[in-house]
């Protein structure tokens, strides 16, 4: 290695262990820190990131980076050194334009808004978040301004989550898919009330469920040690490194889906987290190719493997032998009862149907405030409306409306598309998976999920960030992003479940009766 | 104030949020972090402590200095401003002696020498921890080497921990407290066994433990508003900012010393640093004067008063509350069952007598270790020689000998005189805070420990580290350190303990039967 690539190692690590610093600092602010802290906490997390940014963008590594695209010899194009250099050229270049007093003022405004943001999400009134919010607005305007000049902010924002995805883009995918999934969602409306899910809405003993979603993520192939799983107010994933990946979760003593499905969905992060190798450590590479491939794993162990026949005809004994009140409740009843589609008013609880609504209204909504076509203060209003023409509801109260997610709190505005195109690209990897492991889907219904790790390992998570998320579709795919596949698989699933009367299922399960107790 | 004292501060705040950021880091590795996370913390922290050294002893923070010392104006001698030059200028002068490389060397050493610290001593197999703490003797005797050139390494230890104190200070302080102690441990074993402590080994459920230790520390005056209480191997008190104050301890279900006595301790140290003003935070004076001044908080808090008449005449029945086992024994009996004096293995749970003899062999073997006289790999012979010197006892095991306490692992060569210093000085302080003000012993029997702590706040917590030991201690006593309070202390304390026989004690109890029912 020459000497400039290996002084510019040195400086990227550097970066990366501040990086994962900061992000101990915030998993810590949102799982153990004290009340007290939080003041304090905002400084340390615009030390930590402020310092970061100047290692990244200090003149050594513009004038290393030239050394080095003058030296050449990094072997192949996608070598994992030829690969560093292009990622951190594109991350200094970028990151330059924005200045180390706003990385900061960021950083800081991010810590003590996450705090305002649980306290008036808590208390149901958003006037407590309000003026935090438009600060945060004002602050992301002007990042994404230092950004820009594209002329378009939100694109600006969204490749921070996104790289080079463009809103216009995200807005063709969009509209392509709301024409198939309002449709779909008036159909299913149609069916009456042939889906149930008391059966998942009665009390679960909170420490059997954490002892039953720890057993499955452990078996779905989440590591222990060198992992966690804690409480927190809004589920997230993050990690310091590949042997230290903390899942968070929450658990609902009332309805078993949210810390079910949500530890799921978050394992699926920490898997892919897991599988980054150890040669990318303190890169600044050893992270995901972007949020959308992120979530493209989360939701696939979410939704596609966790809402599926397969995977409860292997898991539903245990389940039932946990809580014994499901033992008179059949498979299927189980798993209707798990795919109920009905709009409702939280995201990270809506079924797979209707979710990306939620995220069409985001997208449009956070263009608006950037954008100020809306004022933070009528941000309420125009979340309720949206939720009326979306989904055909209107929230009760703001923390089941415009406060209910983390995300602007925490300065991810310009995230939630990724969630979408996740989605989307969740269902494609899916069935380039079983396209070249057919062994899989039988794998699955034995509890065996080391033949779908191993493929998603070798063909995505070994890759970390070297490759533009396009490029790594392609790499994957042999095509680009494509939201059909996606759209077959809601109809199929869907359709069969809302085409079935309820009574002919509950005989079919098998299991007896299917009706659940009351509570 | 002038923009060079500003420029400094600001510098300051930097060094200070990075200490902090490293004490989280540490604090999790010691409670939270998953095994697999060790090989990065390590990183970390060695990134996060060479930034934090660079960022201190930059030549920057050197002409700020000068700058500031020809513009003066920085107040009476004693202002936080005129403190905080004075106290940074001593850190700058000696911190830039050791290069930034061995820093990052040693934090890196420390954080990986932990962990295998913690497998060794639960193996109790020394040969495991032996090449790591080969290691750590030779980068500090590097570091002392660079900090020196005093002629004695220990003196540069030692002074990290306890500025300006001299080895040859101690050795005296020690020589004298010898001579004192070991005729009184020989008189009081010539007592026989006239106390026992079987009621404090029983079985004591780990849940109500930790209730009952919760309500004590809370109504010391500990706020888990700005603190918390965790689990760790090696208990340690550590904080983020005033605000952020974390205990740790450890529960031992057969035996009740453990666990009470330690956090009480802990929280002494908690409290020191939940009384530092907001003023000194962010300017690297904010925390305790030394590490002595820390245990003087401890010790008076789980000795002076945990271990009095008076603390358990207002908390025993809330005790035996939460233990029904405890209900036919005596005040009395408790009392001298928690104040056994019986020498043993294990320093932490020594009594307040022999403790001392604990801290001396370590303070010898810290020497020949630092010098060479004793090599490492002759480590365990030489403790328990010194033990059966000291204590009459030879471990029958490293894990109760050499391997018990964490120090060595994490780089903490000269810290523990700092522990019988801290002894000494709590009786000083005591009998100054109640000459001051009277109606302590009245408040503490009451359960009211606001008058104490007030005293505390208002004469010691409140200097952070503005002034030197030595200086505060003449502030706050009028006097220099003293070991005379603590020896006659210690002989009224234990000579009325070992000179009435049990008998009369347990009828003196008047709470019936003393006998404990046995496991």
């Known amino acids: 290695m020459s000497d400039k690539l290996q002084r510019l190692k040195a400086i990227l690590n550097d970066v990366s262990d501040l990086d994962m610093t900061a ?145 216009a883009q995200v807005k063709a995918v969009f509209d392509g898919l709301k024409a198939e999934i309002v449709p779909l969602v008036k159909a299913v409306g149609g069916a009456g009330d042939s889906v149930s899910d008391a059966v998942l809405r009665q009390r679960f003993d909170v420490g059997a469920q954490r002892e039953f979603v720890v057993a499955v993520v452990r078996r779905l192939g989440f590591d222990f040690d060198r992992g966690r799983l804690d409480l927190t107010v809004h589920p997230f994933c993050t990690n310091m490194s590949p042997g230290d990946v ?122 608006d405030l950037l954008d100020g076509r809306v004022r933070v203060a009528d941000a309420p209003a125009a979340w309720n409306s949206k939720m009326q023409e979306y989904l055909g509801l209107t929230p009760p109260n703001d923390a089941l409306g415009v406060l209910q997610d983390v995300h602007w709190s925490i300065g991810y505005i310009g995230y939630f598309p990724t969630y979408a195109l996740g989605n989307i690209l969740s269902v494609q990897l899916y069935e380039k998976a079983i396209l070249d492991a057919p062994g899989i889907p039988a794998a699955v219904e034995r509890g065996e999920f080391s033949p779908l790790l191993a493929w998603l390992r070798e063909k995505i998570h070994r890759h970390g960030r070297k490759y533009p998320p396009a490029e790594l579709i392609r790499r994957v795919t042999g095509g680009p992003l494509d939201s059909g596949p996606y759209v077959r698989y809601l109809k199929t699933k869907f359709g069969e479940i809302y085409s079935r009367p309820a009574r002919s299922i509950s005989s079919a399960s098998g299991r007896g009766r299917s009706r659940p107790r009351s509570q």
Chains 1, 2 share one sequence.
């Open 246 to 367: 903390r899942l968070t979760t929450r658990f609902d003593p009332e309805f078993l889906g949210t810390a079910l499905f949500g530890t799921i969905h978050e394992s699926g992060h920490g898997m892919y987290e897991q599988g980054i190798p150890p040669a990318l450590r303190r890169t600044t590479l050893g992270t995901g190719a972007s949020l959308g491939f992120h979530e493209s794993q989360s939701r696939l162990w979410e939704n596609i493997l966790g809402r599926s026949r397969g995977f409860w005809r292997h898991f539903y004994p245990e389940l039932q032998a946990a809580f014994p009140q499901l033992a008179p409740v059949g498979l299927e009843t189980f798993y209707r009862a798990i795919n109920i589609v009905r709009p409702s008013f939280i995201r990270v609880e809506a079924d797979e149907l209707t979710y990306s609504l939620h995220i069409m209204l985001r997208f449009e909504l956070e263009q």
């Open 23 to 167: 992000n101990l600092l915030e998993w810590d602010q949102s799982t153990y820190m004290p009340p007290g802290g939080g003041e304090a906490r905002a400084d340390h997390l615009a030390t930590v990131r402020r310092l970061q940014h100047e290692r990244l963008t200090g003149d050594e590594v513009g004038r290393l980076l030239e050394d080095i695209a003058q030296e050449g010899g990094l072997g192949e194009e996608d070598s994992d050194d030829a690969c560093i250099v292009r990622v951190v050229k594109e991350d200094y270049e970028r990151r330059r334009k924005v200045p180390a007093s706003l990385v900061a003022e960021l950083a800081r405004h991010v810590s003590l808004a996450h705090g305002i943001w649980v306290r008036s999400r808590a208390e149901s009134d958003f006037s407590l978040f309000q003026p935090a919010l438009e600060t945060m607005v004002e602050l992301k305007r002007r990042q994404a301004e230092a950004l820009g000049p594209s002329g378009c902010l939100y694109d600006a924002l969204l490749h921070e989550f996104e790289p080079f995805m463009k809103t």
